[in-house]
């Protein structure tokens, strides 16, 4: 699986995303270090409080799943139609990334035109995790 087609993954993953309130659409793609792919979108709710982030949603299946050792996640995100910048991971989802992955996990952020590659120490450095309880 390269770079490219866990974007593309991701990209179709967004189809998906339930988000009336917002009309933003998240599409994410989790990548296990045994080479399946787990996709996620965001899911919103009347309440706002219960949404779900399209990078959660790909860890909660992915974890549920039985899976727990990562090596890539690819994000794509905007309102729909309009040409996106990249969508970064928000704060809780950067927490739940870091408690699986370790600081050179790769996290891919994309539109519909190219992608960057960055790390989970560059998103979320001087982290809170397990190693510090
Ligand atoms: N959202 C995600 O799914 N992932 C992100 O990285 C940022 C935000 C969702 C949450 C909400 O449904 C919508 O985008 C607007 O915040």
Redesign the pocket.
């Known amino acids: 699986m390269t770079d490219a087609e866990l974007m593309r993954a991701a990209a179709k993953a967004r189809e998906m995303a339930y988000?009336p309130y917002?009309r933003?659409l998240?599409g994410a793609a989790l990548l296990t270090k045994s080479g399946r792919v787990y996709t996620g979108c965001?899911i919103?709710n009347a309440a706002y409080t219960p949404?779900n982030?399209?990078?959660r949603t790909a860890f909660f299946k992915a974890v549920s799943e039985g899976e727990r050792e990562f090596s890539a996640l690819a994000?794509i995100?905007g309102r729909a139609g309009e040409a996106g910048e990249f969508?970064?991971?928000?704060g809780v989802?950067r927490q739940v990334i870091a408690e699986f992955c370790k600081k050179d996990f790769r996290i891919l952020l994309g539109n519909e035109t190219h992608f960057e590659a960055y790390t989970l120490d560059m998103l979320l450095p001087f982290s809170f995790t397990g190693e510090n309880l």
Not at 87 to 90: A, D, G, I, L, N
């Open positions: 988000a917002s933003f998240v965001n919103e949404c982030c399209a990078e994000v995100g969508t970064p991971p928000c989802c």
